[in-house]
């Protein structure tokens, strides 16, 4: 009787109950007609059934790739509540791991994270834990989005260099929320993400946006004059004229990286 009402075959109409056949938006039209439920939720309930489908499909894929995550400090990401899947779920986890990241997959996550910190580790020459140092920037990222900033002005940068070293006599809780204000009124967010283990990453700059630049410290030391010192090395990245690259710095100088961008950022680190 629905075959007839609806102008469909028997053989389609048993398909779609069955789930092998997707029902189309036309179809849903002729549903309506023949049982007064609205076409929009025979849409949406085939839209939601093909989503579990191919989520299911992306799980069981994700299966046979769960070792990946020995290079994620997932437990850090446990703790802060990135991922709440349980611990012997594998697939749930690295799906987290992945929307954490923002990517949507491990090739991806490949592309975007392991490249640039890849770099990193062959300028600076040596060792550092890559899942690590690409957790530290993803967490620096994230908390620099939720920063609200006004268009980035390089030289209103610049002018505001004396006022922030006036900020350095002072105590870090008093001069580190007036040094984030003071940077989002020229379009660059300040964060601090304390050291994840491996990382051995003191600062690092990157572009957000043309609008917007990220100065992310990790204050290993806890010692102010380590903080500025980074800060003012990060500062002088931003100041550079030309494409602003991504920077990021080693805990330990190294005298043998003969860098002129690091040579020019410790000069107006040390002089300002």
Partial sequence: ELSLRTGLSAKHINQIVQGIAVLSHDTAIALERATNVPARLWNSLEANYRDYLARKHERDQLADHTSWLQQIPVNVLRRMKFITAAPDDGPETLQQVLNFFGVA???????????????????????????????????????????????????????????????????????????????????????????????????????????????????????????????????????????RDQFIERDEDDSSVQDPKEGEANRFAADT
Avoid: M
């Fill in 105 to 243: 997959s491990i090739s991806a996550w490949e592309s975007v994270w392991r490249k640039p910190v890849a770099g990193f580790r062959q300028s600076q020459a040596f060792d550092v834990d890559t899942g690590a140092l690409a957790t530290w920037l993803r967490l620096g990222e994230i908390q620099a989005q939720r920063i609200q900033c006004a268009p980035f002005d390089r030289e209103g940068v610049r002018r505001l260099v004396p006022q922030l070293r006036v900020l350095t006599t002072e105590p870090i809780d008093r001069f580190l929320p007036e040094l984030k204000r003071l940077c989002s009124q020229v379009g660059i967010a300040v964060v601090i993400i304390p050291e994840i283990t491996g990382c051995r990453a003191s600062g690092a700059t990157r572009c957000l946006s043309p609008n917007k630049a990220v100065l992310q410290l990790s204050i290993r030391h806890k010692r102010n004059d380590h903080l500025w010192f980074s800060f003012f090395h990060e500062l002088a990245h931003i100041l550079l004229p030309g494409k």
